[in-house]
Each structure stands twice: as structure tokens, then as C-alpha cells.
């Protein structure tokens, strides 16, 4: 037991320390206007050299601090969560794979390079996924597993398309590109992004690789495997401004984000309803991103890891005291003797629905009036009402079911905020749920947006907003038996 939380210990502590020092190298970029490529030559054969080629400006380490600290958060949380198992150093050295394949991603302007740190998440994803080795995790890692090795192949056949150019580094190269090998190389990555961030129509391994442990679900779901293909996006959207391609991912996303949406209102099992919170939100960033706003997608991507990630670990210590049931019809009333997880986890579903001064509601306010503002079709704005109140109808419905409803477990002995170990990164991720979205704001944007709009136009968000919420919690409290004989039936 020692040498399990030792080792936690030492690897939250190391990533710590290596999250300060790259939001602290980010800020330094941004107050000084700096950009930094370092390239290594691995190899050199007479006239031919290969290279691996890095870059840090300010986007890639803020990203890379944000992944840092939560996977620090994670881990340090897993040490008591995942105490009882005897694998409990593999579980960790997988985590940490995870975090390496993430920051070669983040760093990497090289496809080949990237393709290393993409495939690295998806094979440590299946293993993690997997790790319970049963028939329902072995099946959600084979779902999860093949559904990514299409965005694998879409990246190896746009290094192929760049080949021409002499070069994979596609920061330098990607504008140099005949319209033809554009359109073809905007639409590889874009096939890419949408398997990992999990868009219509490779949305369904996303809840199905809730069969994982709920630590992993924290970290992959927040700030890594679903964000990597948003990240990947953003690096390109330069390139896919005023194209065809914007237009079809912006239809994509907005279906995707109401599909989620309508799919959270009728779940039950608690790690899937934030799940398909999970698709929704990536829904939102990257139908902003199509529109043109790179700048607040990553923006929201950063937000949104923050309360995610606290939502997942609230989500976790509820699990754990209710004896692995996941049903929501099963919990009720936890509140009462669990105050301090209920009140992270309320802090992350006021999140979640953008509640004013709250870290999602900087980011998620300023995308809906971005978007009202831009030149989506009636469509398109019809799904963005539609999902945002959806949104906060589905979170109003986990709260009802789960922390203020009626009492429906066996016993409330077992229930309780006892583990300090699990309680301290909730804590941490609270103050940025509560903070991180006015910081950033500040740091990201030090020039406002100009937003002109209606007076009903602007009051829109806030009135879908109230109206979702009370219809999810209306609907909840008022209990419906649905019984034969009402309609005139007799049962035999």
C-alpha cells in the first residue's frame, strides 16, 4: 500500500512541476510574443536527414500544462481509488504512456511525429479501457479500437499527400498545396478529428469506453483522447477557412451535439450521461471552430477540461460509496452525507450549463453569441437553441436523481466525503471551475470581442438556458407510473 500511493505520489508530483513550468513558459510567450521550434536530427545518410521538429508557442504549452495538471490530479486521485487492485503500478505506468502520447501530439508540427503520439493514444485507450478484462470492457476496447484506426489511416494517407511537398511538417507547407490536394488533405484530417472527438457517425465508442476505470475516464474524456482531434483541428484551421469542408463539419457537429443532447435526457447509468456531455461540448467546439473561431474553441477546450474532469472524479467517489452501482435510479438524497462531492458536483454541472461567472459560462456564452452572430443557416441555429437547453436539462436531471431526489440506496453507512486523498484534486479542480474561465479569458483574449446583437437575440441564451432547466427538473420531480389497467387494461 506504501509503495502503491508512493509512487501516485511521485508521479502527480513530477507532473505538477512539469504543469507550472509550461503555464509559466505559455505566459512568457504570450507577454513577450515568442515561438520556439527546436529540431533534432535523428538521423543523417549523405544528403538525406531526418528530422523531429517541435514546437512550443504559446497554445501548445498552455494545452500541455492544462493535460499536465490533470493528469497529475488523476493520478494522485487513482491512489486511492484504485487502492484495492493488485495491478495498481500498471494501471499507472499506463496513465503516464497516455500523458507521453498526448504531449507528442501537442508539441508535434510533423505528421509523422503526430502519428506516433495518435497512435499512442489509441492503443493505450484500448489497454485502459480493457483493464478490467471482462466481456464488456473487452468489447468496448475492440469498438473503441477500430473505431480510431480510421482517423490512423486518414493521418497516414494525408502524410502520403504531403510527400509531394518534400516535407510532413504541415505548419510550413499546408498553404503550398494545389486546391485539389487541399480539399483532399482538409478532408483526411477532418475524417481524422471527427473518430477521435467522436462525431457522427463514429459517436458510439465514446460511451461504451466508459467500461474503463473511472480515473481514465477522467483524464481521456477531459483534456486527452476526445480533445486530440479538436487540437488537430485547430492547428489546421487556418487552412480551412471559406471551405466546403467548414460547411459540412459545421452541420456535423451541430447534429452531433443534439443527438448527444437528446441521448443524455433518456440515460441512466451515470458515467454515460456525462459521457454524452462529453460528445455534446465537443459538438460546440468544433462547430465554432468551422465558423472560423479558433481562438475560442481552444478557449472552451480549456474550460471545459477543468469542470469535466472535476465532474468525472465526483462521479467516482459516488460510484465508490455506493457499492459500483452506476444506476442513478439507485442513488438519491446524497447530499445529506455526502456535502463536499455534492458540491464540486454541483459546481461542475453550474459549469456544464454555463451559469453566469462560472468557468463554461465565459466560454460557452461568448460561442453561443458568436455563432447567433455568424452565417449559419436557420438549421444549424435551430440545433445550437435546441442542444444548449438540452444541455442544461440533462444536467438538472443527473442532479435530481443522484444528490437531491428521493433516498433509494440499501443503507447510508457506507456513504461518505471520508477519503481526503480523493476529496483534495476535487478541491483543486473546483477553484478552476470557479476561476479558470475568468482567468483565461483575461490571457486568451486581451482584446474583447465586438459583439452586436438584439436585445432579444442576447437575452435568447439566458431564456433557453432558465427553460431547460426547469422542464429537466419539473419533469423529474413529477413521478409518472405508467400502468396497464389506466388505459383499460388487465393484466394476467
Not at 458536483?345 to 450549463?353: Q, R
Not at 427538473?473 to 409518472?480: A, G, Q, S
Amino acid at each position: 500500500m506504501i509503495w502503491k500511493m508512493s509512487i501516485s505520489l511521485s508521479s502527480m508530483l513530477f507532473l505538477l512541476i512539469s504543469s507550472f513550468s509550461s503555464m509559466m513558459m505559455s505566459l512568457f510567450c504570450i507577454l513577450f510574443e515568442k515561438c520556439y521550434i527546436i529540431e533534432w536530427e535523428i538521423l543523417s545518410i549523405n544528403s538525406n536527414s531526418i528530422l523531429a521538429t517541435f514546437v512550443f508557442d504559446w497554445m501548445s504549452l498552455m494545452f500541455l500544462g492544462f493535460v499536465l495538471l490533470i493528469s497529475s490530479m488523476v493520478i494522485f486521485y487513482s491512489g486511492d481509488y484504485m487502492s484495492g487492485d493488485s495491478n495498481m503500478n500498471r494501471f499507472i505506468y499506463l496513465v503516464l504512456a497516455f500523458v507521453f502520447s498526448m504531449a507528442m501530439l501537442i508539441i508535434s508540427p510533423n505528421l509523422i511525429s503526430i502519428l506516433l503520439g495518435w497512435d499512442g493514444l489509441g492503443l493505450v485507450s484500448y489497454a485502459l479501457v480493457i483493464y478490467y478484462q471482462n466481456e464488456k470492457s473487452a468489447n468496448a476496447g475492440m469498438l473503441t479500437v477500430l473505431s480510431n484506426r480510421v482517423g490512423d489511416v486518414a493521418i497516414l494517407l494525408s502524410i502520403g499527400l504531403m510527400f509531394k511537398l518534400g516535407g510532413w511538417n504541415f505548419i510550413f507547407y499546408t498553404f503550398y498545396l494545389s486546391d485539389n490536394d487541399s480539399l483532399l488533405l482538409k478532408l483526411l484530417i477532418m475524417t481524422a478529428a471527427m473518430t477521435k472527438s467522436a462525431q457522427i457517425p463514429f459517436s458510439a465508442w465514446l460511451p461504451a469506453a466508459m467500461a474503463a476505470p473511472t480515473p481514465v475516464s477522467a483524464l481521456v474524456h477531459s483534456s486527452t483522447l476526445v480533445t486530440a482531434g479538436v487540437y488537430l483541428m485547430i492547428r489546421f484551421s487556418p487552412s480551412l477557412l471559406g471551405s466546403s469542408v467548414s460547411v459540412a463539419l459545421l452541420l456535423i457537429s451541430c447534429l452531433t451535439m443534439f443527438m448527444s443532447g437528446l441521448g443524455a435526457n433518456f440515460e441512466y447509468d451515470l458515467k454515460k450521461i456525462i459521457a454524452l456531455s462529453t460528445l455534446s461540448q465537443l459538438g460546440v467546439m468544433l462547430s465554432v471552430l468551422s465558423l472560423g473561431f479558433s481562438s475560442l474553441a481552444f478557449f472552451h477546450l480549456l474550460t471545459h477540461a477543468l469542470f469535466k474532469a472535476l465532474l468525472f472524479m465526483c462521479a467516482g467517489v459516488i460510484i465508490h460509496n455506493v457499492k459500483e452501482f452506476q444506476d442513478i435510479r439507485y442513488m438519491g438524497s446524497l447530499c445529506s452525507k455526502m456535502p463536499l462531492t455534492s458540491m464540486c458536483m454541483n459546481l461542475a454541472n453550474l459549469a456544464l450549463c454555463g451559469t453566469p461567472f462560472l468557468a463554461g459560462f465565459y466560454s460557452k456564452d461568448l460561442i453561443l453569441e458568436m455563432a447567433f452572430m455568424s452565417w449559419i443557416n436557420i438549421i444549424c441555429f435551430i440545433l445550437y437553441v435546441v442542444s444548449t437547453s438540452l444541455t442544461v436539462c440533462y444536467t438538472f436531471r443527473l442532479i435530481y436523481y443522484s444528490l437531491t431526489g428521493v433516498f433509494n440506496l440499501s443503507s447510508y453507512s457506507s456513504v461518505s466525503d471520508s477519503s481526503v486523498i480523493m476529496t483534495s484534486p476535487m478541491i483543486v479542480l473546483s477553484l478552476g471551475a470557479v476561476m479558470g474561465g475568468a482567468t483565461l479569458s483575461w490571457i486568451i483574449f486581451p482584446e474583447s470581442y465586438m459583439i452586436c446583437m438584439s436585445f432579444s437575440m442576447k437575452m435568447l441564451t439566458l431564456f433557453i438556458s432558465v427553460a431547460g432547466g426547469a422542464l429537466g427538473y419539473l419533469l423529474n420531480i413529477m413521478t409518472i407510473d405508467y400502468k396497464l389497467n389506466h388505459w383499460g387494461f388487465m393484466i394476467l
